[in-house]
């Protein structure tokens, strides 16, 4: 007997409004854009002590994520401490090249990213997941993270 798992339902429900291909490559390329501004948006909240690579509001917004992700998957608890992680230490990296303008090109990262979004949706006929339940916002990366781990067969 197969064991239903929550992720497995989570991704399903959220295939169902991406089967359109433009849509997927859309997303493809959109839903890590968003991570990341959004990441970077929160880096540049002003934080409680100096800010350094683990002290500021992007890694705190990626330990919650990644203990909502380790209710669902060990993998994609992993998976996303390692795509998490490495969206915190670009943007770390990228406000010691570019400064306060790390939240300009977040924004604008961001702004772009959406209107793509909603334009792949657009084009797929359906509205996007997270209109039924916010947690799809959360699934989306996931959902991206579950094809590399078949592709590469990892069990998630």
């Known amino acids: 007997m197969t064991e239903n798992r929550k992720i497995d339902q989570l991704l399903s429900e ?3 409004s991406h089967q359109n291909k433009t849509n997927k490559f859309i997303h493809w390329v959109c839903v890590p854009a968003i991570m ?4 970077g948006m929160f880096y540049c909240i002003p934080f409680p002590t100096d800010v350094s690579l683990f002290s500021n509001w992007a890694s705190v917004f990626v330990a919650l ?3 909502y992700y380790l209710t669902l998957s060990i993998p994609m608890f ?3 401490l390692v795509v998490g992680g490495g969206f915190v230490f670009l943007n770390h990296y990228l406000s010691s090249v570019v400064g306060d ?5 977040s924004i ?3 702004i772009i990213s959406w209107l793509g979004q909603f334009i792949g949706h657009k084009i797929e ?3 996007p997941s997270f209109f039924k339940d916010l947690q799809f916002l959360l699934i989306g990366p996931a959902w991206l993270l579950s094809f590399i781990f078949t592709k590469i067969g990892l069990k998630y």
């Open 125 to 127: 006929g359906k509205k």
């Open 65 to 67: 994520a990644l203990i």
């Open 36 to 39: 990341f501004s959004l990441l």
């Open 78 to 80: 992993v998976g996303f």
């Open 108 to 110: 604008g990262i961001f």
């Open 101 to 105: 303008n790390l939240l300009f090109l």
């Open 14 to 16: 959220y295939g169902e």
